[in-house]
T-cell receptor, first 110, second 114 residues
Framework: QKEVEQNSGPLSVPEGAIASLNCTYS??????FFWYRQYSGKSPELIMSIYSNGDKEDGRFTAQLNKASQYVSLLIRDSQPSDSATYLC??????????FGQGTRLTINP | EAGVVQSPRYKIIEKKQPVAFWCNPI?????LYWYRQNLGQGPELLIRYENEEAVDDSQLPKDRFSAERLKGVDSTLKIQPAELGDSAVYLC????????????FGPGTRLTVL
């Protein structure tokens, strides 16, 4: 089992709808979780971090964490074409070791 | 505040040649990381530095890869000799020395080995 798993997609969502991206992880002691956005040909850009169970909202983005289920998700409300990118889930496995999922490619259709 | 700086941005070499990548982290960030990202995959850690000390190099292919961070600031990653399978994007990231701290990435170096 991979340490961090994401559905590689592609995930296609109409403009204005909610995009839902999911990630599961294997290490129960993980304490910090991150979502990065990566445009084609660019480097990952941090968009959300979450450390405790529940929801964390930042603008159109909401991160959700459920440590009991070892599950973290990212919701993007009012999706825009500029949200089209690959979204990487990253989990800190302790001692600042960040493990990335393979990423989910998201396409927002106008 | 300046971000993580990397150079070169692109490098094309023939197999068996050496290549080096340079990274300057965000000012004040003690922790520096080198990652390799293959197409369609997430970044994979090669080495992590705390100041000038390599604290995690378990994923670094030591037969051909080496890295240094002599003064605890900028860092160099070297491959010698390069193989076809080394073609990838090499990313440098940095973070403050805090548990669970966020990492910030540089623009990366795209390496093509012919």
């Amino acid at each position: 089992q991979k340490e961090v798993e994401q559905n590689s997609g592609p995930l296609s969502v109409p403009e204005g709808a909610i995009a839902s991206l999911n990630c599961t992880y294997s290490d129960r002691v993980s304490q910090s979780f991150f979502w990065y956005r990566q445009y084609s040909g660019k480097s990952p850009e941090l968009i959300m971090s979450i450390y405790s169970n529940g929801d964390k909202e930042d603008g159109r983005f909401t991160a959700q964490l459920n440590k009991a289920s070892q599950y973290v998700s990212l919701l993007i409300r009012d999706s825009q074409p500029s949200d089209s990118a690959t979204y990487l889930c990253a989990v800190n496995l302790g001692a600042q070791k960040l493990v990335f999922g393979q990423g989910t490619r998201l396409t927002i259709n106008p | 505040e300046a971000g993580v700086v990397q150079s070169p941005r692109y490098k094309i070499i023939e197999k068996k040649q050496p290549v080096a990548f340079w990274c300057n982290p965000i000012s004040g960030h003690n922790t520096l990381y080198w990652y390799r990202q293959n197409l369609g995959q997430g970044p994979e850690l090669l080495i992590r530095y705390e100041n000038e000390e390599a604290v995690d190099d378990s994923q670094l292919p030591k037969d051909r890869f080496s890295a240094e961070r002599l003064k605890g600031v900028d860092s160099t990653l070297k491959i010698q000799p390069a193989e076809l399978g080394d073609s990838a994007v090499y990313l440098c990231a940095s973070s403050p020395h805090l548990a669970g701290a966020e990492q910030f990435f540089g623009p990366g170096t795209r390496l093509t080995v012919l």
